[in-house]
């Protein structure tokens, strides 16, 4: 059977004309706001030179010279190295030769083929799930304009987390178990949030062994539990150090485990308080706006989908982020990608489809601004 390539080439579409006009809105903001990042951040580079390619300094930000600077020294570059499992910046590192070494270009390099992956993996999976072109694009779409989609394409590990988890439920979803498991094994390997995507995949073996004693569906959470003992292992027995040090760099960095939903109630309270109100405000909303639509996408859509989201949204609320409790919930956000399909039914109106268009337009603007001038929006 020939392949349609009508629908990969619109995919391809929509990551080239939002990315291209992200990339100059960016470049555009910094030159009318050109202030010296090192003189003000210079405890965040871990030694990384600034960048001098102007079209490339404005993804330069918070968490990526810190990637950099494992890509290039490994995790012996600064204390709190470890708070990230090693494929990302292993990548950017193995990439590097490609753009004479620069590894701020390799980063953004696998992070936009990353995210192309994810716009592919979506479309697929809305095509299959809501059976619906219109609804298929209409996810990809949203993803790609969504207030803080510039994290997929930045120097960032979610857009290659996120097309592990997308593959993986997908291969679930056709009962590809191994496949399912790879791709687990994947996200795994690149944020630490990666091994609780073995709680939907041990709930999808479960239902189907029950329903139709299909042992292979074990496969699916086996696999991705391997993947997830790899860098614990790494750390051990490559690093001299204890496992536990990973959870020690990652609660420096992040915060503490708290009570599922107390980081929410700081968080008013420090707004009510004046305290880093932009902030707490920021980060509350979109904790608020998906805790919603997480409720949603556990009554609409295939249980598998509901699992995920909540197993992900649980894990989130009950982080006690610093400085704010609710530290990058607006990035974080992003891996609950099942919102996007429920988002693309709505939009099948004409009027929900433009307020969910215009609406995220004007967020990635001005959220993508921040970001480029240094501003935190997570």
Request: glycine content about 8%; proline content about 5%; some cysteine.
């Amino acid at each position: 059977m020939k392949l349609n390539w009508k629908p990969y080439a619109k995919i391809l579409l929509i990551f080239l004309i939002t990315r291209i006009l992200l990339g100059v809105w960016m470049w555009g903001v910094r030159q009318v706001f050109p202030n010296d990042p090192a003189s003000i951040t210079s405890k965040l580079y871990k030694g990384i030179p600034v960048e001098t390619n102007s079209w490339l300094e404005v993804w330069q930000r918070w968490d990526t010279p810190q990637y950099q600077a494992i890509a290039e020294r490994g995790y012996a570059a600064f204390d709190t190295a470890l708070f990230t499992p090693p494929l990302f910046p292993l990548l950017m590192g193995r990439t590097a030769f490609l753009f004479g070494g620069d590894t701020l270009a390799s980063g953004l390099f696998v992070a936009g083929f990353s995210f192309l992956t994810c716009l592919v993996a979506i479309y697929l999976i809305g095509r299959y799930e809501l059976e619906d072109e219109g609804g298929a694009f209409r996810s990809a779409l949203y993803l790609a304009i969504f207030p803080t989609a510039f994290f997929l394409s930045a120097a960032y590990s979610e857009s290659l987390f996120l097309a592990g988890a997308m593959l993986s439920l997908y291969s679930v979803r056709r009962h590809h178990w191994v496949s399912a498991g790879l791709w687990g094994a994947l996200a795994a390997m690149t944020r630490i949030t990666g091994p609780f995507l073995v709680v939907p995949l041990v709930f999808a073996a479960w239902q189907a062994w029950r329903n139709n004693g299909e042992w292979r569906a074990w496969f699916a959470p086996l696999i991705t539990g391997l993947g997830s003992l790899i860098f614990p292992v790494y750390v051990w027995f490559g690093l001299h150090q204890s496992p536990l040090t990973i959870l020690a760099a990652s609660t420096t960095r992040g915060g503490r485990l708290t009570f599922p939903g107390l980081n929410m109630i700081e968080s008013a309270t420090r707004i009510l308080h004046g305290q880093l109100v932009e902030e707490n405000v920021l980060e509350l909303f979109f904790t608020v706006f998906f805790i919603i639509l997480t409720i949603y996408v556990w009554k609409k859509l295939p249980r598998l989908y509901g699992v995920y989201s909540v197993t992900l949204m649980l894990l989130f609320v009950s982080r006690f982020g610093n400085p704010q409790p609710l530290v990058s919930m607006a990035r974080y956000v992003l891996e609950i990608f099942p919102v996007f399909l429920l988002l693309a039914v709505w939009g099948s109106k004409a009027w929900i489809n433009r307020l969910i268009l215009y609406l995220s337009v004007l967020g990635l603007l001005f959220l993508s601004a921040q970001f480029a001038i240094w501003g935190w929006v997570g």
